[in-house]
């Protein structure tokens, strides 16, 4: 190589993929018998110019040092290698722009402690070839991983489900939906930001012609996507006292009177205001409360028997 920045760069990739210590424990540093020359440009390794003499290169502790490499048996390590072995392939090759490329291998190099938080990466199999139902339960993940495991399922289910549609129907069902849906975040750049909220958008927008229906249930409104929101046939609508939710509700559900919007702030625990395409009008319904065993545990703790308790 003639360009000595570079070849300084692809050897911080080579860094990234090839182990610190040789078998024997010692610390192998890849540049360590090559010598750059600014005369010639080209690299120099003992008394072997490796420009003019390819079979030398096979003396350099680099390429010895590859054999040294062995995979993990870990998916996200194992791709980390392959993404960064892949990039200087293709900066060799002056296929790819190494500034757009390498931040995107760091940053999943960054989530790798978060992914194997919630996945095994080392387990292999299909966790809906025979369920199903499946309930993917995110009480325990911290708030970046709300907003990307379900992307990352929804993303896979639904184009599986795309592809190989055979009159089948999928049902997403997404409990706060504010967390996973939400139009604001500093947890993220805004393309990603963008790109979360337009996959489900286009799930919900597109996915009905190939069986494929969401269920969305929140507390907050009008932190979800406007787009999301206008898509829905049929609303349910509990007790909503802040402004900015009301408004969401009255701009999204074009088919209710006002008289029952301003009764939204008013409702009684357990009754709803049913809306949309399935009745002629809107309606409010009364549900009846599960058995005390069945009910989640979701209820709010009252103050005075935590304080006796203290």
Known sequence: MSDKVRADLLFDYLRQVLPEHDQNGNMVELASD????????????GQEWLRGNLPAIQNTAVYGHVASLVFEDDIIADFVTFSYVQLIYDVLANRAQNEHIAPVINKLRSKQNDIRKVFNPAI???VFASNVVVVVNL????????????????RRIYQEHKTSFQGKTLNIVIDEAHNVLSTESSRETESWKDYRLETFEEIIKEGRKFGVFVTIASQRPNDISPTITSQAHNYFIHRLINQKDLQSIASAVSYIDKLTEESIPTLPTGTCIFSGMAGQMPLKLNIKA?????????????????LSQN
């Open 139 to 154: 009480n325990d993940v911290n708030l970046e991983m709300k907003k990307t495991i379900p992307l990352l399922l929804c």
């Open 290 to 306: 599960l058995e005390h065993s069945l009910q989640p545990r979701s209820t709010t703790l009252r103050f005075a028997p935590l």
């Open 34 to 45: 090559l010598e750059w020359h600014n005369t010639t440009a080209q690299y120099k390794c």
């Open 124 to 126: 292999q199999g299909d």
